[in-house]
């Protein structure tokens, strides 16, 4: 007999081992996240995808599904913490999304739309961050860092280069590359790797290509977060 | 001062045997000899440990005591917590800065003094204090700071100081069981082999002992599932890590009591059948660093530690001490491991917690240092012996540090269920207006509520115990703390990594008199955001000075508010500061003028 879970009180079919946000997906259906990629180890940083577990406050996407579980995720009060979150994400950043090449493409936009995101809310931190253009075919706009580790995951896990890392701490956390340039160029990154397309925001671009699709043409130009599979979410194989 | 040439990179990295795990202590010997963590060294030591350069970059830039620019031959941190504050600490820096001429921050002309300000360094019953390349020296005046400025001027080495700065007094002020009774080594390691490990678990458990760390988990119960759980090895870790502002009991009990410590963590290793334990000190602890290790050697050669203790031949246990680097995150208990694995102190996923999954994902017990040495005195006792000091729910003693505004600063003893009142009298503190329990992350409790027992169903405790009088801000007490904790969040989520740097800027903007009624809704607003969200305790407790403070001292928020409704955070005048720093102009025509 497959175990299930109720989330907001549809019932989720579950196998042992999964995490919410992995069940739910399977399920189709959506819980706002930015720094789960269903091909990479779970991080629970961005805390996005918090939901109400059986009265317990956790993050989806480090959670593990279990039997007769009760999770709540579409109330107003979550939906407005999110919304809190994704504020202090533009805050701490720069992100000027009329001059963006991921406008239209960028997770963390969209996401903002979902949420019914007007204003930034808090005071802007207006951090002066580096942009590293020096690589050939890639751009490191940090300014739109929201320091997710995906790229950092990907280039460990996937690509086998550890390219990317976290510096500092606290609000000076900052991506650093690997090398002792500090300069994209003198790392190993090619513009084939996994590392070069993980990035929910425009913090990695490829150069070139920024303008490809024009805006209005993108993808959540026209469908909002929520009803875009992102590729590879549907349940892992397991052998 | 340094056991190393200058900048021996392969001798350093071979002590600590070529492993990564062990980055964070061959950083701080890179920087004890070299003065500084500079970036080629960075690409050496990634070649020497077979690691990426960002991995080694990541850690080294994360803990505060570790940095790529000189801070010349004398590096000056003063403590910080508004304790050393109360106790005249911006005057006396500012004053220790004119006598050597220099600016806080900024290296000296010469490239030889550094003077900066650092996170509370476990010292608050000698406040004020500051750290001299590491070394802590207490109780600071005018002539104590004379002293230290012509011993920098003459470049004096610090070996050859005078002892005296450096004297460190437990202030045991009211002994008890730990602190007060003579302990002979050896007598819990016998109890337990005498006794057996079964039976030992189930005295610790009969002691209804809870962890003095601060959540309080029953002590047994962590042993009993780390013992069950199943690995390669096991592992034993103390955590004196010590880190909450204004606790200082581990610093005695480590100073005094070691043995005690380190019986206990042994008792424990025989119980979850650990080889290998460690002392996670606070980086601010070197001082202690010696008289521990010696105590270790003392206590291997009377076959206390090292291989078939006591003569059983299945009992091999040692003890490793390592030191931190600057992070009050590396006392939560998963960062911990994450820092003792080489790694930025950034908290894990939990669970699985370290009982089943710690150091090197090996099931690990990680206890407070007077949770051992409670540990200790029950293996020696017996658990009905302990389990007769406190209340039902808090059984035994608790060690609590006792600083602010009082007479008698220091380490009290007490049986769990202590009123606060009782404290405040024991203390001498008699004009006490509020007291901050359990530091920063605790509890703030007004004169109203001095009845209140000091017991983990009532006043939970790590130990720290400010006392403030009727005369102190508890605003500035506030924003003290939010300082503390915007610069101590390690950054890894969203909600504290900014959170607390919101707030931090709101209180700062309060105490610059631009704040309003808005403001305050704010805080309350970024509390919620904090206790529901964030990943650790760190987020979780970082806006409670904030909105205890608020709900119990409205006044000091009140005074500053300029409007009641609001006020923008963007001050037209401060951002003309650095165009009149750099044209040296300070005159009426170089501010603007303030709207009526
Ligand atoms: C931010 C933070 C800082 C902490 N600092 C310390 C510390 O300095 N010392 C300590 O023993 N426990 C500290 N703790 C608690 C530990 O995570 C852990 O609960 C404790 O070491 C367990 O030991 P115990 O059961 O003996 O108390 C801290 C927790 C948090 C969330
Ligand atoms: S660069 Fe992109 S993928 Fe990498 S941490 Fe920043 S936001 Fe995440
Ligand atoms: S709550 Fe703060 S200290 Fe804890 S993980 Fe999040 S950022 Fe780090
Ligand atoms: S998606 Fe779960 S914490 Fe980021």
């Not at chain 1, 109330?75 to 991921?102: I, W, Y």
């Not at chain 2, 009991?249 to 410590?261: F, G, I, Q, T, W």
């Not at chain 2, 994902?361 to 020696?380: G, L, S």
Request: glycine share 8%.
């Amino acid at each position: 007999m497959t175990k299930t879970f109720t989330l907001d009180g549809k019932t989720i079919p579950f196998e042992e081992g999964e995490t919410i946000m992995e069940a739910a997906a399977a399920a189709g259906v959506y819980i706002p996240h930015l720094c789960h990629h269903p091909e990479f180890k779970p991080h629970g940083s961005c805390k996005l995808c918090t939901v109400n577990i059986g009265g317990r406050l956790g993050a989806a996407c480090t959670n593990q599904a279990a039997e007769g579980m009760k999770v709540e995720s579409e109330t107003a009060a979550l939906n407005a913490d999110r919304l809190a979150l994704t504020q202090m994400l533009f805050v701490e950043g720069n992100h000027v999304c009329p001059s963006c090449e991921k406008s239209g493409n960028c997770q963390l936009q969209a996401v903002a739309y979902h949420l019914g995101m007007l204003t930034p809310h808090f005071t802007h931190f207006y951090p002066a961050r580096d942009v590293d253009a020096s690589h050939p075919d890639v751009l490191l706009e940090r300014n739109r860092c929201i320091l997710c580790e995906l790229c950092v995951r990907a280039s460990r896990d996937v690509d086998g280069k550890n390219v990317f890392g976290i510096g500092g701490r606290g609000i000076r956390a900052r991506l650093i590359v690997n090398a002792a340039s500090g300069r994209l160029a003198d790392t190993s990154m090619s513009v084939t790797d996994r590392a070069a397309e993980v990035c929910p925001t425009g913090a990695i671009i490829r150069k070139r290509h920024g303008f490809t699709i024009p805006i209005g043409k993108r993808l959540y130009d026209h469908h909002d977060i929520a009803e875009v599979p992102v590729a590879g979410i549907e349940r892992p194989k397991r052998d | 001062m340094s056991d190393y040439d200058v900048c021996d990179l392969p001798g350093i990295v071979a002590r600590w045997h070529h492993d990564p795990a062990n980055l964070v202590q061959i950083l701080r010997n890179v920087q004890e000899s070299c003065g500084t963590i500079p970036s080629d060294t960075l690409d050496r030591l990634a070649k020497l440990l077979d690691v990426p350069r960002v991995r080694i970059e990541s850690t080294a830039s994360f803990y505060a005591f570790f940095h790529a620019e000189s801070h010349g031959a004398y590096e000056i941190l003063f403590s910080d917590n508004v304790i050393d504050q109360m106790a005249g600490k911006a005057e006396l820096k500012q004053y220790f800065c004119e006598r050597l001429w220099l600016e806080p921050r900024k290296l000296s002309e010469d490239g030889l003094v550094y003077v900066d300000d650092t996170a509370d360094i476990g010292l608050a019953d000698q406040a004020p204090a500051m750290l001299v390349n590491g070394f802590a020296v207490p109780a600071l005046d005018k002539s104590r700071l004379d002293l230290v400025a012509e011993l920098i001027r003459a470049q004096k080495p610090l070996a050859e100081w005078p002892p005296m700065l450096f004297e460190i007094p437990d202030n045991i002020r009211q002994p008890g069981p730990l602190t007060g009774e003579a302990f002979t080594p050896g007598a819990a390691l016998k109890a337990t082999l005498a006794r057996g490990t079964e039976a030992t678990l189930a005295e610790v458990d009969a002691a209804s002992l809870r962890g003095r760390g601060g959540a309080g988990f029953r002590t047994a119960t962590k042993w009993a599932s780390c013992r069950k759980a199943e690995g390669r090895a096991h592992y034993v870790v103390c955590n004196a890590d010590e880190g909450e502002p204004g606790t200082f009991k581990d610093r005695v009990l480590l100073n005094s009591h070691a043995d005690l410590v380190f019986e206990g963590m042994t008792v424990c290793a025989r119980v979850i059948g650990a080889r290998r334990g460690f002392v996670y000190l606070r980086g601010e602890y070197k001082n202690l660093l010696e008289k521990l290790e010696s105590v270790l050697a003392r206590r291997r050669e009377a076959n206390l530690l090292g291989q078939a203790i006591l003569g059983e031949a299945d009992f091999d246990f040692d003890i490793e001490i390592h030191l931190g680097a600057g992070a009050y995150i590396c006392g939560e208990e998963s960062a911990l491991i994450e820092s003792l694995e080489g790694k930025p102190g950034k908290p894990r996923n939990r669970p699985p917690f370290p009982d089943r999954c710690g150091y090197r994902n090996q099931p690990t017990v990680v206890n407070n240092v007077e949770t051992f040495a409670c540990a200790a005195k029950i293996a020696e006792k017996g658990g009905a012996w302990f389990a007769a000091m406190g209340t039902p729910q808090s059984a035994g003693s608790k060690l609590i540090s006792v600083s602010g505004d009082c007479q008698r600063p220091g380490v009290y003893e007490y049986s769990f269920g202590v009123t606060v009142r009782q404290v405040l009298i024991d203390c001498g503190a008699e004009d006490a207006h509020a007291v901050q329990v359990s530091g920063p992350s605790g509890t703030c409790i007004s004169f109203r509520e001095f009845d209140r027992r000091i017991a983990f169903e009532d006043l939970a405790t790590a130990g720290a115990f400010m006392v403030f009088s009727r005369e102190r801000d508890m605003f500035e007490v506030a924003r003290n703390f939010t300082h503390f904790f915007a610069h101590e969040s390690c950054g890894f989520c969203t909600p504290c990594r900014v959170g607390t740097s919101l707030l931090r800027n709101i209180m700062d903007k309060l105490a610059a008199g631009k704040g309003s009624a808005y403001d305050m809704n704010e805080m309350k607003h970024i509390m919620h955001i904090l206790r529901g969200m964030a990943h650790c305790g760190l987020g979780h407790t970082a806006a409670n000075p904030v909105v205890q403070t608020m709900e119990k001292f409205p006044e000091a928020y009140e005074r500053r508010l300029k409007r009641l409704d609001f006020e923008p955070a963007f001050d037209l005048d401060g951002a003309l500061a650095t165009a009149r720093l750099i044209t040296g102009r300070d005159d009426e025509w170089a501010h603007l003028a303030e709207e009526p």
